[in-house]
Every structure is written in C-alpha cells, then in structure tokens.
C-alpha cells in the first residue's frame, strides 16, 4: 500500500478580501503557476501527465492518471477579513513527500501572486500526525480493526463531487456504486505510486440507501489559454443500512476520507465524511 503525508499549508489575510469562485480551483491554479515559476522539476512530477501506467489497470484510467498530491480545504472562508488565517491542506502520497522541504519558496510565491483574490503572507507549514498514535502518515491499515457499531451510516458529501460514468454525471447512489468509486481509486492510486499489494474488496456486503439528500452544484473551471467550462458535482448527505456484516469495508470507507473520491480531488474536491456509531 501508499503512505499518505498531509501538510497543512497556512496563510494570513493582509487585508479585507472576498473570494472569487471554488476555492480550490484557485488554490490549484496559484500552486501549479507558484511551482512552475520556481521549479520545473518538481512541477514535471506532480503536474506533468508522465506517469507509466500498469498494464492491468489502463482501462481504469478514462483520461489522465490521478496525480501524486491532493488538495484538501481546511480554513478558506467566503469572506476574508484582515489577520484570519487561510488553511489547505497539501495531501504527497508516498514517496512524493520528499518534495516538501522545497516548497516552502512555493507558497511564499503563492502570496505573492495572491489566491482567490486574496493578499496574503504565507505563514507556515504544519505536519498533520495521527491523533492516537502520532504516526506521521496515513494508512489503510491504521484503520484495519474498526467495526461497525450501528446498522446504519452516512457519506456526507462535503465539497462538489464529480462522479462521472461514461462522462456523465451519475444517478445511481446505491452503495455499490459510491463504495465502488472508493474502492477503484484506492486501487489505482497502489498501482501507480505504492508496492501493489491492495486487492479491491469484490463481494460487496449487502447496504440500502436509507435517504439521499443531494444536490447538483457547478464549477466554472478556466484553464490557461483555454475558453471556461462548467463542471457538475453532487454535495450533500447518503444514508445507507446494513442488511449484513459490511466490518470489511469499513477501513477503506475510513481511509477514503483522506483520499477523497471522484474526479478532480487535486482540485480539492470530491471531499466527504463518514459518520457511523
């Protein structure tokens, strides 16, 4: 499996400012043209689309392979006032972590350049370790012993998720199709950038939906030298119940959470939380 290193990255607000658009996509867009202007290198690993692709999973990847990094918002309000501090997290999966120490002139540039409209000072860097036991990665095996407790759970979907099937934004929220969203991008991401030892869970425990609360909600994305174009997402709530034992799915439901599902999670989308008892 894949070690994942979160840092969080935080900034002051020099002044007064509202954001402009999803945040995300700014907070992307400033690191990708901060990393460019101050090292080409490490630009190349982590946004370049040069990744060698393993036979037994190319029919997975519809496009581009997902890269080694994904953004995560922690702190980034609508309105900014003077003095409030700016969080997102910059999650290296595996040994792309090793690029951290040089990104310190990075984020000083993405001050400079402004994020989301906002003037900023960059303010630090922050290594997230584990709560119980201070590990200093996350791992689906920190979660390989927790068990259900209750009949019944939720994914709230937090920021916009792209799910798309066939390039279409999807319909169907059966447990079967979100876990398997889940279960892929695990997948996937072992191939690519971790000792390919993780085996998609295949026999999918018999869950029904309960009650889904969502809603569509779109992002206008405007890459460089390229015209705007909308993107469609769902946020909101799933409730599922279990009809039998699902304890084995659990750590990549817990796990998942760090990775984020669908499209886009280097965007710092497709962002949910599980609650179960």
Known sequence: MFKLHQYNIEFTAKKLGKTQGFTGNAIRGSFGQALFETDKEIYNQLFEKNKKIPDKIKYLIQDNPPPPYIIDIIKFDTHINKGQK????????????????????????????????????????????????????????????????????????????????????????????????????????DQIYGDKKFKPIEKIPEITPNIIKLSKTGIIRKPDNQPEYLLMGWKGKLDYHIKENADDILPILLFGQHIQIGTGTAFGMGKYKLEYL
């Open 86 to 189: 700016i969080i997102f997290a910059l999650k290296l999966i595996g040994d792309y972590s090793k690029y951290i120490s040089k990104l310190y002139e990075v984020f000083e540039k993405m001050a400079q350049n402004t994020i989301a409209g906002i003037e900023l000072e960059f303010s630090g860097i922050n290594k997230v370790t584990q709560p119980d036991n201070q590990k200093p990665y996350f791992e689906l095996n920190d979660y390989k012993n927790r068990k259900f407790t209750d009949k019944n759970f939720g994914i709230i979907l937090q920021s916009p998720t792209l799910l798309y099937n066939n390039k279409r934004l999807i319909t169907d929220f059966s447990f079967k199709t979100i876990f398997g969203y889940i279960n892929r991008r695990i997948f996937i991401l």
